[in-house]
């Protein structure tokens, strides 16, 4: 238990002994390793990045991990408790079940991610992240990756990709801004 680490170190001695030294955040919130995030101000009002990211068919056009493959079934426009699921591949293609489960019009909106059928219930829980404020020059949109209520199954796997994914996070927000800004 545990893996490499009975106590392991601090995420950021983590990240700088992997020669990762500049443009991680890493966020404390139960524990620092939990959170990874990306912000980039988008010159453009909150409104109409909002309506992307409660568009879950418009969440291909933004992916920065290339991993999501398209919305599962015709869901609505998100809202506090909307359901939805995606295609994924990874290498192997494989399903994820999406519960809203922060939402602030215009402000925040966040999904907490489980696999498919009987298994996926026990493994997952990251929650995917967006908050925007209002900012001179435009939006500043913050998303974040957080493994707080990850399964004990699959967060030591999850908390590796933490540089990886700030990757994924910053290549998101680009494409949300390409979107808007167009």
């Known amino acids: 238990m545990g893996g490499r680490y009975a106590n392991p ?20 919130m139960s ?5 990874v995030a990306a912000e980039r101000v988008i010159p453009a009002p909150p409104e109409s990045i909002f309506e992307i990211l409660v568009d879950a068919a418009r969440h291909k056009d933004i992916d920065g991990s290339g991993s999501l493959q398209g919305v599962k079934g015709q869901p609505e426009r998100l809202r506090l408790g909307s359901s939805f699921g995606m295609s994924m591949k990874i290498g192997l293609p494989y399903t994820m079940s999406n519960t809203v489960v922060e939402f602030e019009e215009n402000r925040r909106i966040a999904w907490q991610t489980r696999g498919g059928g009987a298994i996926g219930r026990r493994v997952g829980g990251r929650i995917w992240r967006y908050e925007l404020e ?43 801004e390409k979107l808007v800004v167009s």
């Not at 001695?13 to 030294?21: A, E, I, K, N, Q």
């Not at 001179?136 to 990850?150: A, F, H, K, L, P």
């Open 9 to 28: 170190p601090p995420a950021r001695w983590y990240l700088r002994s992997r020669g990762v030294t500049r443009g991680i955040t890493v966020a404390c």
């Open 31 to 35: 524990d620092e390793k939990d959170v």
């Open 134 to 176: 209002p900012v001179d020059g435009g939006t500043r949109v913050r998303e974040s990756r957080d493994i707080s209520q990850e399964s004990p199954l699959t967060k030591w796997m999850v908390q590796r990709s933490g540089p990886h994914t700030r990757k994924d996070l910053e290549a998101t927000l680009e494409r949300i």
